[in-house]
């Protein structure tokens, strides 16, 4: 079965840094570009950026450029985001996702739920 | 940047049919994708490359696009496609290379 399995939640304070995770599985992990997809408590969907785990050509919306930062370990099929210093507007469900030839997502991991608070 | 248009809501009897539009300057030279997002899980892909439907989507979900208009048609509407539904496309002239609608809340009435 194709899947990506994402970290579990985080809960964190303004200021601290973050690095969260997705494993994929079921498939040619360095074949795909992964994606990083950020929903906003009750707001919709916000492409963040992407990755090719085969070379590591990333690529960023202007929205999150300098913001978080996209990487990949294609040893262990598994790509990241993280932050260096977190913001109480971070404060988001994190979904990994994985691009298709035609540039949809057809596969998500379940989200990683990051709680930024004081 | 590429703007896509939804109607915040759409409101349908069950066995009815909805339709859901997404508005975009030309979008029919573009590839549409549906997603369907149901309360506390990620969303599903429903509908790619305009029509097609990937494995397991029942044939009930069908997609159009052309001029400034896609739509995701949903065909004798159940309780359980009662979701948030969001298009998307690839824009090659921005750097917000993909760009979601703002999302319509299907109600089954």
């Known amino acids: 079965e194709v899947q990506l399995v994402q970290s579990g939640a985080e809960v964190k304070k303004p200021g601290e840094s973050l690095k969260i995770s997705c494993k994929g599985s079921?498939?040619?992990?360095?074949?795909?570009?992964i994606g990083w997809v950020r929903q906003m408590p009750g707001k919709g969907l916000e492409w963040m950026g992407i990755?090719?785990?085969?070379?590591?050509?990333?690529r960023y919306s202007p929205s999150f450029q300098g913001q978080v930062t996209i990487s990949a370990d294609k040893s262990i099929s598994t790509a990241y985001l993280q932050w260096s210093s977190l913001k109480a507007s971070d404060t988001a469900m994190y979904y990994c996702?994985?691009?298709?030839?035609?540039?949809?997502?057809?596969?998500w991991g379940q989200g990683t739920m990051v709680t930024v608070s004081s | 940047s590429y703007v896509l248009t939804q109607p915040p809501s759409v409101s349908v009897a069950p066995g009815q049919t909805a339709r859901i539009t997404c508005g975009g300057n030309?979008?029919?030279?573009?590839?549409v994708h549906w997603y369907q997002q149901k309360p506390g899980q990620a969303p599903v892909l429903v509908v790619y490359?305009?029509?097609d439907r990937p494995s397991g989507i029942p044939e009930r979900f069908s997609g159009s696009n052309s001029g400034n208009t896609a739509t995701l048609t949903i065909s004798r509407v159940e309780a359980g496609d009662e979701a948030d539904y969001y298009c998307?496309?690839?824009?090659?002239?921005?750097?917000?290379?993909?760009?979601f609608g703002g999302g319509t809340k299907l109600t089954v009435l």
């Open positions: 079921g498939y040619s992990f360095t074949s795909y570009w």
């Open positions: 996702v994985r691009r298709t030839v035609t540039d949809a997502f057809d596969i």
């Open positions: 998307q496309v690839w824009d090659s002239s921005s750097d917000h290379h993909w760009v």
């Open positions: 490359d305009d029509s």
């Open positions: 990755i090719y785990p085969g070379d590591s050509d990333t």
């Open positions: 030309n979008i029919g030279s573009k590839s």
